[in-house]
């Protein structure tokens, strides 16, 4: 089975950084396409950035230009450097690698931007 581990929340202040980890029990070659998803209470699972081994990256809307995400395939790891956090960016974050129909998910990192 593979296993996803997310890490590198908290809590910050609005306009603060922070950035978050999800590492892979799994080479990263097996999975084109990883990506980071989040969930706020009352609303469903959005999503937040995709990475392909291609190089290929795709963003929200809510969420371009100030959040970065990255793939280190020698370290089975995805990144998602988060810059100029909003309260609105408060949720818990989930790694995804993509797979059909379901794919694999981590059990999430608690994002909290305070006012």
């Known amino acids: 089975q593979v296993q996803l581990v997310e890490s590198g929340g908290g809590s910050v202040q609005a306009g603060g950084s922070l950035r978050l980890s999800c590492v892979a029990s799994v080479s990263l070659i097996n999975f084109n396409t990883m990506g980071w998803y989040r969930q706020s209470p009352g609303k469903a699972r959005e999503l937040v950035a995709l990475?392909?081994?291609?190089?290929?990256?795709n963003y929200a809307d809510s969420v371009q230009v100030r959040f970065t995400v990255s793939r280190d395939d020698a370290k089975k790891t995805v990144y998602l450097q988060m810059n100029s956090l909003r309260p609105e960016d408060t949720a818990v974050y989930y790694c995804n690698a993509y797979r059909v129909p379901q794919g694999y998910w981590g059990q999430g990192t608690q994002v909290t931007v305070s006012s």
């Open positions: 990475t392909t081994s291609g190089g290929r990256t």
